[in-house]
């Protein structure tokens, strides 16, 4: 089935600075890509999503990069801000496209 | 306001005794699914329901069971809890399996003494 690995587990950066979080797939049939984040206390919610078809999307401060290639994508914040801070997942679908693999997460605080 | 709920959102119980966790969407979204968050993990699917009386297993389904009766409620039971299902658990819906986007609750804190 799909494997989803993400990296770094936790990362902390300076307030402006900018935050790189990279996931490796294992299905190269996979052909949607989604980024959630959770903040303390809540449920996840989807901050920007990808689909094979194209190589990145931005979205203000948060951009999303894909390389079908090597198989990975990464999550691209710039200008951190505190409220930047929270769990962030990624997700792939699995093998039947019915359902979703998460990754185990990635811990960003913003030190201000 | 469009939104999952779940209830209860904490609740300590001890071994064997039944329980079930509740979950409602007024989106009129067709697909449900439950997950467990536990430490290092990230989130694993339980179940998952298409629609009305559809409902399969996920990745890690063994203890729990569902139902869909009605298309905005999916509850989640654990008809003899034990001490490893110990864990955070998030009820989602989407529209339908085609759309991507899940929308989750804000999830149920379950002990299991």
């Known amino acids: 089935g799909e494997n989803v690995e993400q990296h770094p587990s936790t990362l902390s950066v300076q307030e402006g600075d900018s935050a790189v979080i990279k996931c490796t797939y294992s299905?190269?049939?996979?052909?949607?890509f989604p980024w959630y984040k959770q903040e303390l206390g809540k449920g996840p919610q989807l901050i920007i999503d990808?689909?094979?078809?194209?190589g990145e999307k931005k979205d203000q401060r948060i951009a999303v990069t894909l390389n079908k290639t090597a198989k990975h994508f990464s999550l691209h914040i710039t200008e951190t801000q505190p409220e930047d801070s929270a769990v962030y997942f990624c997700a792939a679908p699995d093998n039947y496209g019915q359902n979703f693999v998460f990754g185990p997460g990635t811990r960003l605080s913003v030190l201000p | 306001e469009a939104q999952v709920t779940q209830n209860p959102r904490y609740l300590i119980t001890v071994t064997g005794k039944k329980l079930t966790v509740t979950c409602s969407q007024n989106m009129n979204h067709e697909y449900m699914s439950w997950y467990r968050q536990d430490p290092g993990l990230g989130l694993r699917q339980i179940y998952y329901?298409?629609?009305?009386?559809?409902?399969d297993k996920g990745d890690v389904p063994e203890g729990y069971k569902v139902s869909r009766k009605e298309k905005r409620n999916f509850p989640l039971i654990l008809e003899s809890p034990s001490p490893n299902q110990t864990s955070l658990y998030f009820c989602a819906s989407s529209h339908d399996r085609s759309s991507y986007e899940q929308y989750f609750g804000p999830g149920t804190r379950l002990t299991v003494t």
């Open positions: 299905d190269s049939a996979s052909n949607y």
């Open positions: 329901s298409m629609n009305v009386e559809v409902t």
């Open positions: 990808i689909r094979s078809n194209v």
